[in-house]
C-alpha cells in the first residue's frame, strides 16, 4: 500500500525503494526462489505497460532522455549532459574545491541535492569520487554484518532494510550522475543538502 500511494503522488523513485527493501528483505527471510522468479517476471511484464499507460509524462521523459540524453539537450536532458561533463572534467585530483565550471558558474543545477556527486568528482577528481563509492560500500557492508550478527530474526531484517536503503540511494545517485540510470531525483544519504528537490 505505501509502495503505491506513493507512486500516485507520483514519486516514482521512493516506490522502486520500497519494493527494492521488500524484497531484499523477504530474500533474506528465506523466501522459495519461484516467488522471487514470478515476482520479477511480473516487474518486466507490469513496466512496459505502466510505461505506456499510468507513468506521468514527465517521468517517460526521464527515460527518454536516459536512453537518448541528445533528445533534448536544452530541456529535461540538459542536466543529464551537464552531470556527465561535470564528472568527466574532474579526472583524477579535480579542479580544486569550489573552482568547478559546471557547478560553480551555475551550469549544474542543483548541485547540492540531486547532483552533490557530479559537484564533487568535478572539484575533487575521481580520487574524491572513488572516496564518496568507498565509503558507501563500507556503509552497507556495516549494516550487512549487523544483520548477519543480530540477536535475533527481527533486527537482523531491520539491518538489511536499512542496508539496502543506503545501497539504493548510492547506486541510483551516482549512476544518475554518471548517465548510467535515469535522473529521479533521489538524494545521496549523509552526502546531499537536507532538502529533496523535486523537479517538475
Do not use: W
Not at 507512486?7 to 527494492?20: E, K, S, T, Y
Not at 499507460?53 to 514527465?58: A, N, Y
Not at 530541456?75 to 561533463?85: D, T, V
Amino acid at each position: 500500500m505505501p509502495t503505491i500511494l506513493t507512486a500516485i503522488q507520483p514519486n516514482f523513485g521512493d516506490a522502486v525503494l520500497f519494493v527494492i527493501i521488500v524484497g531484499i528483505m523477504l530474500f533474506v527471510a528465506g523466501i522459495k526462489a519461484k516467488y522471487i522468479l514470478g515476482a520479477v517476471l511480473a516487474i518486466a511484464i507490469l513496466v512496459p505497460t505502466l510505461y505506456f499507460t499510468v507513468m506521468p509524462s514527465h517521468a517517460r521523459n526521464r527515460i527518454d532522455v536516459f536512453l537518448n540524453p541528445e533528445l533534448d539537450p536544452r530541456g529535461i536532458g540538459y542536466n543529464a549532459i551537464q552531470s556527465r561533463l561535470a564528472v568527466g572534467a574532474g579526472r583524477l585530483t579535480g579542479m580544486g574545491l569550489f573552482q568547478g565550471t559546471q557547478t560553480q558558474l551555475g551550469f549544474l543545477h542543483p548541485k547540492t541535492t540531486d547532483f552533490i556527486y557530479s559537484a564533487i568528482s568535478e572539484e575533487m577528481g575521481f580520487i574524491g569520487g572513488a572516496s564518496v563509492i568507498i565509503l558507501n560500500v563500507l556503509l552497507v557492508a556495516k549494516a550487512i554484518n549487523i544483520a548477519k550478527t543480530a540477536k535475533d530474526r527481527a533486527g537482523s531484517y531491520i539491518a538489511i532494510g536499512i542496508a539496502a536503503i543506503f545501497m539504493y540511494h548510492a547506486t541510483q545517485n551516482i549512476g544518475m550522475t554518471m548517465g548510467l540510470l535515469p535522473i529521479t531525483g533521489v538524494p545521496l544519504i549523509f552526502v546531499s543538502y537536507g532538502r529533496k528537490c523535486h523537479h517538475n
